[in-house]
Each structure stands twice: as C-alpha cells, then as structure tokens.
C-alpha cells in the first residue's frame, strides 16, 4: 500500500482544487448531519403529547453548549401549532437537502478533475520514462509490459484515486457527520454501538491484502495478455500465410485464462466482504436494540431518542458500508501503483546530462577495447572480448553466421546498449563520458527492421533531424532514390503514412530508412541489413549512392549478402561473439576457412 500512498501524493499538487473538493464534502455532510438532527424536533412533536417547537427550543437553549445564546424574541416568535412547526422544520431540511446536493456535485465535480489530471499526467510521466530507458531495462520487461505499464496500470489506479478522493471523502464525511449526531443525541447508545468497529477494520484489512496480491499479479498477466494480441495482430499476415489462426487462438485463450483465474481471486475477497460486514451490522444492531429496551424500560431513555439514535447510526452505517468496497478498490490500485513506481524507478539514460563534455564531431578513430556484452536474461555473452580499431573514413564490413554479435557489437558505438566490460572510444574520447546525445546527433542508422512513424512522408524523413529544408528533404530522397515513388503518392510528401509505413512496400520503407539517414549528414553511418528488402536493380543505384555519401564518413555495414561488402575497405568476421580475423575480401577468402565457407554458401563465383 505504501506505493499507493506515495502516488497519492501527487493528487497535492492541486491543493487548491483539493480544499474546494473538501469543503464541499464537508458541506454536503453537515447538511446531513443538521438534516438528522433536526428530524428530532419532529418526532417529538409528533410523539409526544403537549410538546411545542417554542418548548423544544427553549430545552435546546439551556443546554450548555448553548448556553442561551439563541434570543427569546426568536424562541417567542416559534409557532406553537403541531402542523405549522413541522411545515417549518420540513422546510427547513429541504433547504438543506439542496444545499447538500448542490456541494455533493461539487466535491464529486473536483475529485474527478484532480483524478483525471493527475493520471494524464503521470502517464506522461510514464511514457517519457519509457523512451528514456536504456534498451536493456526495455530487454528485460518487453515492451508489451511496458504499454501495459503506460496505458493500463495509469488506468487502474486512477480507479483507486477516485474511490479514495470521490467516494471515500463523501462516505466518510456523510457518516462522520451521522456518527456526531447520533452522539448528540445519546452518546451512550452510539458508544455501545462502536464495539464493534475493530472487528470490522480487522476484516477489510485482511480482505484488502488478498484483494491487492491477486490485483498485481493480473496486471503482469494482462501485460502478457497485450503482448500476444499486439504480436498476432501486427505479424497478421505472417499468421494468415502460415494457416496459423488455431495456434494463436489458442495462444491468447491460454494467457487471458492466466488473467480470468487471477481477476476470479479478486472476486472472492470482493465478494466476501460486504456479506461479512452486513452480519456484523445486524448482531451489533440485535445487541443494541436489547440494551435501548432495558433502557427504556429503566425510565433511563426516551423512545424518540432511541428511535432517532437508530436512524441516526443507520445513516452513519449506511454511509460507511460502501467503504468495504472502496477500500478493496484501493487496494486493488496498489498492485497497479507498486508496477508504475517500478517502472519510474529506472534510471534514464543521460541525454541532457549537461555536467558530461559534448563529444566533438568524429574525425580519427573508432576503437573498441576488449568489448563484452550480455543481454538480460541469458546465460551467454553476445560480445566476448572484442578489440578492434577503425580509422576515420573507412568503410567496414560485419560478417558472419547468424547470432555471432554483427549487430549486438555496431549498436554499442551509439550506446543503444552498454559493455559490461571493456570500452567503447571515438577519437580516443570513452564515449561513456560524454553527453549522449551530443554522440548520437553524429551518427546514421538505417535497420533492416524499419520503423516508420503514423506522420507524413516528409515529417518521417525528417524526423530527429530539426531545421531542414523542403529542398534538403527532397535532396536526401532523389540519392536514396525514393523521389520517383514519393511524388506518385496521393499527397506527395504531405502523404500519412500508416501504422508502421503498411501503405508502402519493404523496399519503399528502406529507402525513406535511409533517405533519413543521409539528411542527418552522419559522422558516423551504421547499415544494419540495410538493402535487404530491395530488388537487385534499386540495390546496385542505393549502393552506389551510399558509396558517394560515405566518403569522408566511418560507414560501418552489416550484411549477410557478400555481395554486398567485397569493395569494403576491410571485412570482420565474427562468430559466437568473437572477432575471428579482419582483411579485405580477398585476403580472407585465401586463409579464413569461416569466409570462406560464407563465400561458398552464398556466392560461388567470388571464391
């Protein structure tokens, strides 16, 4: 529950929203409290014989906390008649049943507004939380959890905000309000009646921590949940080409399964608990009335007291049962807040760390000093002691089997991961030590898997790349020649793209890929399977292209086509995450046995 409270506190920082919300619940109670009270006077007048609203407030004024401050002008000016004094007092509650209405919406009104906004903006929190996370804390979770995190655990305690601020305020305002006059009626039939208050906190205590275990472990099922609909609905062609529908079906049915026994635990302690609580009500309520009877009997109490007393702790029971269930509410959110505050306790990357040097644009060197990396949740590394040097302006090549840390040991010269041994240095700088993005602002990446954004064409091409031109945008498509297919599109360059670039073909989204790389003007070009997805005629265009914009430039390339690397300046092969040996093409192909079995696989006329 701690993680619960402490998210709580957020809801203060609308302190002036919060004390409009509270003295409207106020407001609203003691309208209650005054409505319960003043139905007093009425069955007095109605019960008893000889009993006059003037006689009645006379008693009231010589009562000590009154103390006569209430004027016998206004006490003579009562009516005397039974009707005319009961219209008044009915009245009178009206009044005070629209006031109490009236702030009930208002508390309501500005509960929500805090609630709401305090969501919004914690899942922005969130949500920026997630894009600053080094990859690996995304490695370990997934990013289905992470969305889930986001979007559904925001969502879950934003139920618990509105159970503690709406609902629990105007209960427990209402039945404290009730509580007090049932006091000021016969304080010692509503202590009696309190005997059994621990009993009931002891109860909803127990239910809530069955209620917030079981609520936790259904969000973690849920996330599950969103990751297998997300992976079937987005790979659905994969799915359809495969004929497998059944399989996926069957995948979901067991996972949402997993969430329905986990939500069927939360059911039973949610359930349980409004039964257990009506029993205890009725036994004290039985043990109450037998104690007013003795009483009444004893001469010691008046039945319209007694009578107005059960009303009054009725009300006050009335008002304070539905806590059980909000309380379960609460409980149930703590298991949402206990993932959120999980998730904002990742340290972020440092991007804006402006105490760290900025990195000077690239012009020496490249080196990595005895690298090795392992990814979360395996149990072999997929960079072992790698040392390697690349001067400035080479064009180098990755090759290898699948696997052998090609790309792994590329994505770590923009620090998308971390060594967990060794360094990573550009122009002799370790590039831990610098400021992050002043590294990745010089640096081009083109991926075999490209992501494209639901924006126009020209935002996608542009994007990261702040302050460019119309004509700078259409320069970098004609070299990664994508003008010609750009400007048939309905729109052109204005033409939104779908979710991730759907509308165009593989080889389209590569070369916007890549038009995006070449307008960010890289020190530093990474080609991670870049033309992979283009037809032989466009590749050998795009590779001449690429071979024009890399001069001057560190091209770093990954690719399993060879084809494709042989007029690199050198070539590495590595295998199992290790460097096996660097040359050209043909001096691998005369000793490295891997080469050339790579060679040999792929491309027989080059051996």
Known sequence: MDDFWILARRMLRYRGLLACALVAAVVSAGGLGAGIVGVGPILQIVLQEGRSLPQIVSQLNQHALVDGRIPQAWIDALPAGKFTAVLWIVLALGVLTLVGATANFFHAYFSMTIVERTIARLRRELFAKAVHQPLWALARGGSSDAISRIVNDPQSLGLGFTALLSKATAQMTKGAAALVAAFVIDWRLTLVSLIVAPLLYTVIRKLGKRVRRAARAALVSQGELYGAAAEAIQGLRVVKVHTNERAECGRFHRINKRVLAELLRVRYARSLASPLVEVLAIFS????????????????????????????????????????????????????????????????????????????????????????????????????GVSLAIPHGQTVAFVGPNGCGKTSL??????????????????????????????????????????????????????????????????????????????????????????????????????????????????????????????????????????????????????????????????????????????????????????????????????
């Open 285 to 384: 309520l039985g043990a109450l009335c037998l104690v007013a009877i003795k009483a009444i009997e004893d001469g010691k109490l008046d039945p319209a007291d007694f009578l107005l007393s059960i009303g009054a702790l009725g009300v006050a029971g009335a008002s304070l049962k539905p806590l059980t269930g909000l309380v379960t509410d609460i409980q149930q959110s703590a298991g949402a807040a206990g993932r959120i505050r999980q998730m904002l306790g990742v340290p972020p990357e440092q991007v804006d760390a402006k105490s760290r040097p900025r990195l000077a644009r690239h012009q020496r060197s490249i080196r990595f000093e005895n690298v090795r990396m392992q990814y979360p949740n395996t149990d072999r590394p997929a960079i072992d």
């Open 410 to 607: 590329l994505s770590l010269v923009p620090r998308l991961f971390e060594p967990g041994e060794g360094r990573v240095l550009v122009d002799d700088v370790d590039i831990s030590t610098v400021n992050l993005r002043s590294l990745r602002q010089q640096i081009g990446v083109v991926t075999q898997e490209t992501v494209l954004f639901r924006l126009s064409v020209r935002d996608n091409i542009a994007y990261g790349a702040g302050g460019v031109s119309q004509e700078q945008i259409i320069d970098a498509a004609r070299r990664a020649h994508a003008h010609a297919f750009i400007t048939a599109l309905p729109r052109g360059y204005d033409t939104v793209l779908g979710d991730q670039g759907s509308t165009l073909s593989g080889g389209q989204r590569q070369r916007l890929a890549i038009a995006r790389a070449i307008l960010r003007q890289p020190a530093i070009l990474i080609l991670d399977e870049a033309t992979s997805m283009i037809d032989a005629e466009s590749e050998s265009a795009i590779a001449q292209a690429i071979a024009g914009f890399s001069r001057g430039r560190t091209c770093l390339i990954v690719a399993h086509r060879l084809s494709t690397v042989v007029s690199a300046d050198r070539i590495v092969v590595m295998d199992a995450g290790r460097l096996v040996d660097q040359g050209t093409h043909a001096e691998l192909t005369a000793r490295c046995p891997l080469y050339q079995q790579l060679v040999q696989r792929q491309t027989p006329g080059l051996a």
